[in-house]
């Protein structure tokens, strides 16, 4: 077992963080910025110097005083770093991941077309209940991220994984079983907080695999992609399913798939870098019997104090303090709202409309998962384009917001142009299959909005990039739980057309959030005070280990 084991005094040591656009003091800040402001720095700086050792390249040693604690770290090269683990093994991780994430979207709208037939055996007449099959499994969503995004920092990504999916599992069998309507509601909501883990953790798994953008992108797609296709799957099993055989069947069929998923996700490795190396340091202590020796994650402050006051509350945190996040947050919200405001209105229209059987209906859906396709293959394309462009050096390439941007300026207009376009065509003189082609652009506007800005936050908050996730879920669910609740009396009340033309207006409005970071995304992030403090802190790993290599050549060189 190769590592570095660095020795670190016992004796506090100060740290120099200059705050959000170098402003310094508390003069310039109110008493709640100043309170949030300690916390946040005291936390970047805290779960920077854990990760900074759990992933990243390691400093000199340190000075050694009267009291030592030996620090274990990663040395260059070494295998058992996530980072350097082959490219078959990550691949197979990111499978893994997207199998999870299918499971977990897919199970939000499992009951969409089967409500009818729920509604009918529970006796539920009121439209407002009916919605809250698929409500009450996104307020689970919401609820979730806060926990398993922020806690898989602290405790590792592979418990939390399969803790929450075997209680996903369990509770997706329970609806199968539910004895009445209100037992069906909890166990949905309850299935639905143990689905958002993924959600929240499987983006942090791929910032774990890939320190190179290009390839953490990639795999980013393909976890959105994941994300897209479960909620367009899911009502066609329900719409075939739930008149032939019985409603009970479309979560029987969920729970078939996820016992199938659950033997792949046992072989899921641990994969966050800091819990490695405590388990790592955990070795060393008993082959040596050193009590001393340590790894950074288990020199960090924990207890519920901790917990509550710093882990818990930092994706809120973000979304309050960090700009970027809160727009982000907005735009996804918006999107993610009217992706399932179309589980109500696609019934609707294609039902109530052109009078199609709920299983024919469910297929209005797959349209929307080419969309999704036609965005992967365009995603792959700029990503090409970039690297030739960045071989050329081209001075736009090195710029942060153009790695990803772009595309959110594409999707963002093809989203727009799908509501309204849904919306004028769906009536009986044109054919049903105008408005169902509507969902290609849709889907590809999604996908790319998606694509785009989430990795444009996991890019920006690196380290931190679970919170920023766990926030950015926390956020669309609240949406995606709410605004169907809209649907059935915005679409009777203003009509089809118009009622589709409102949601393209909004979605309009959002449009100006990639624009915007690609104006003034670079001063947005020095304004933020953990992009400031994780860009300083790597030009200074950086100098250090040019200083370390400078040393051991002049020591090659007297040799």
């Known amino acids: 077992m190769s590592s570095i084991i660095k020795t670190e005094s016992t004796s506090t040591q100060k740290t120099e963080f200059r705050g959000a656009g170098g402003i310094e003091g508390p003069a310039q800040e109110n008493g709640l910025s100043r309170i949030t402001s300690l916390i946040d720095e005291a936390n970047a700086r805290e779960r920077y110097e854990v990760e900074g050792e759990g992933q990243k390249a390691h400093l000199p040693t340190s000075n050694v005083h009267e009291l030592q604690k030996k620090i274990v770290s990663w040395e260059d090269g070494d295998p058992e770093c996530p980072y350097n683990w082959s490219a078959k093994r990550k691949a197979f991780i990111v499978v893994i991941g997207m199998t999870i994430v299918i499971n977990s979207t897919m199970g939000s709208s499992l ?87 993924p959600i929240a953790v499987v983006g942090g798994i791929y910032a774990d695999l890939y320190d190179d953008p290009v390839t953490r992108g990639r795999a980013v797609a393909a976890f959105i992609g994941g994300t897209c296709v479960g909620p367009l799957v899911a009502p066609v099993i329900s719409g075939f399913v739930a008149p032939t055989i019985g409603w009970r069947w479309a979560f029987w069929i969920g729970l078939i798939f996820a016992g199938a998923s659950m033997v792949l996700l046992l072989f899921l490795p641990e994969t966050y ?75 609707i229209i294609f039902q109530g409309v052109y009078h199609l059987s709920p299983g024919i209906a469910g297929l209005m859906f797959l349209p929307i998962a080419a969309g999704a396709a036609c965005a992967t293959g365009l995603f792959l394309c700029y990503d090409s384009y970039l690297q030739r462009a960045q071989r050329l050096h081209k001075p736009w390439t090195s710029r942060e917001e153009f790695r990803r941007l772009p595309l959110a300026c594409i999707g963002g207009p093809c989203y727009v142009v799908a509501l309204f376009w849904l919306g004028w065509t769906a009536r009986p003189s044109i054919p049903f299959y105008v408005p169902m082609l509507a969902g290609i652009p849709f889907g590809m506007g999604y996908v790319l909005i998606f694509m785009a800005l989430l990795n444009y936050l996991t890019d920006a908050y690196d380290i931190f990039a679970a919170s920023a996730m766990a926030a950015s879920s926390c956020c669309r669910s609240v949406a995606g739980a709410v605004l169907p609740f809209a649907a059935t009396p915005m679409y009777r009340n203003l009509g089809v ?63």
């Not at 402050?301 to 818990?312: N, R």
Request: charged residues 15%.
């Open 111 to 197: 009951p969409s077309n089967a409500i009818p037939f729920i509604s009918n055996d529970f006796h539920i007449t009121s439209s407002a209940a009916q919605i809250l099959p698929i409500s009450i499994f996104l307020v689970g969503y919401i609820l979730g991220p806060l926990l398993f995004g922020p806690l898989s920092e602290t405790y590792g990504r592979r418990i939390m994984m399969i803790s929450t999916f075997i209680l996903f599992t369990i509770f997706t069998m329970a609806c199968a079983l539910a004895p009445n309507f209100g037992g069906m509601l909890v166990f949905r909501f309850l299935t639905g907080v143990n689905a958002s883990s």
């Open 273 to 347: 870098g800091p819990i490695l190396l405590a388990n790592r340091a955990s070795a060393l202590r008993k082959a040596t019997g050193n009590s001393q020796i340590f790894a950074p994650i288990e020199l960090e402050k924990k207890g519920l104090k901790q917990m509550v006051s710093v882990t818990l509350t930092r994706p809120l945190r973000m979304i309050y303090f960090e700009l970027i996040v809160a727009a982000t947050c907005a735009y996804l919200a918006v999107a993610y709202g009217i992706f399932y405001m179309y589980f109500e209105a696609y019934p």
């Open 497 to 559: 057309a118009w009622a589709s033309s409102l949601l393209g207006f909004l979605s309009l409005g959002m449009c100006i959030v990639p624009f915007m970071f690609l104006w003034k995304g670079d001063v947005l992030r020095e304004g933020s005070m953990f992009c400031t403090y994780l860009r300083e802190r790597k030009e200074k790993e950086q100098e250090a280990i040019e200083r370390e290599r400078m040393a051991r050549e002049a020591v090659v060189e007297k040799v």
